[in-house]
């Protein structure tokens, strides 16, 4: 490794430097598109409040439990993720697991990285003011025209991933710490402060009812394979991620109060997310129902008819790309940690091999959109059979095997030991009977009831 740190104190592993620095940067993690894009149309699609209440029930009983696990097998292996399962079970066939891990973070980079590239385009419309200019095309052939195209999306998905790699490649303390610090504060100052101006359109109180006020008449087996999902992608869990920045984490941090605060920071991130968008909807008499093109096609419609709305797109295009910039290091940083471990490799040298991976394969996620006919397989395009395969099947997966594995191999004494730093810190005996039992029975069961009825859909 070349990064300034490990120059100071040659053949350390690289870690966090502050308990803020890994709590903005797990949160940076998580708070991403599934938040600002994901999160929105899927409260619109599934009806709204009663959604958002399924969801956060998941939240609480199987993300945050998941997210202590993942945690709590990087800490104590010290290790990237396949690393991470041979030093806690050596001999065992559990590395499987981490390989799962690397592959489903490949297919996440490579579609996330074609969006981010998108927010990219849209901030540079929002900075030309496209969406309040008179004259300009319809929002939905400017993104259909804009999504298909050869040479733009590519460019702009070259654009973001070079980002990205130049941030990993300065490292987790110098790189990834640093921009999290700075960009997450900025990042929520602009939510809060598009979802203001949002609450207080007139006519937006109706936005307000359709997040809070739930409709019970609305849910089916589709909204809790929905919430499910999307509680797995929004906090980033099943594919490594808390395995790595955990490994990370110094010893003495305390990773309960750092799980459950990055589950809070990104429910309330998703949250102020809706309060930004949904008002705004209601005030303008659009359908919530949008699907996917809620945040390209409908905001940008919002913001040329809004007052000052020219200026709130920049802003609102901004936050969306620190927001699936602080998430795509992060999975970056699970296929460079892993790579780096493996073979050897130095940082630099590992993230240049991934990014060219990656960039190959996100041109063929951004081409299969319409650019070039039939690049597809099972009846998907490229993009959407990896945004399906990660997030519908292989972080259902992820996470299934990590709750086994630390409620199961490892048990009540690692977990005592981790969560309590070794007797340390006071936690409750009840607690830990309380976190296992959701690990052994009831997360595995939920996993296992919503896969099967994936596959008979
Ligand atoms: N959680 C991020 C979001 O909401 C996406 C993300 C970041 C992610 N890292 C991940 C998803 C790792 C899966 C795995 O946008």
Redesign the pocket.
Known sequence: MKNASSHKQPGVRDSFGSSFGVLVALAG???????LW?FPYLVGQNGGAAFILIYLVFVCLLGLPILLSEFIIGRRSQASARAAYKTLAPGGSWGFAGILAIV??TL?LSF?SVVGGWGIDYLFKAVRFDFTRESGAPLDTMFSTFSTSTWRPLICHTIFLALTAGIVISGVKNGIEKFSKVMMPVLFLIILGIAIRSLTLPGGGAGVDYLFKPDWSKVTTDTFLAALGQAF?????G?G?VITYGSYVKKDANILSLGAQTALADTVFALIAGCAIMPAVFAFGISPGEGPGLVFITLPHIFGQLPLGGVIAIFFFVALLL??LT??I??ME?IVAFVIEEFKMKRRTAVIVVTLSIWALGCLCSLSLGAVDGLKLFGKTIFDLFDFV??NVL?LIGGLIVVLFVGWKLGKKDVHDELTNGGKLPIPEWFIDLLLFLLRFVAPAAILIIMIFQLLK
């Open positions: 993690s998580a708070v991403g598109l599934g938040n994901r489903c973070c996440i996330y992608f929004s906090l980033s869990l594919s991620m927001a699936a998430s795509s992060s999975v699970v990660s997030a972080m």
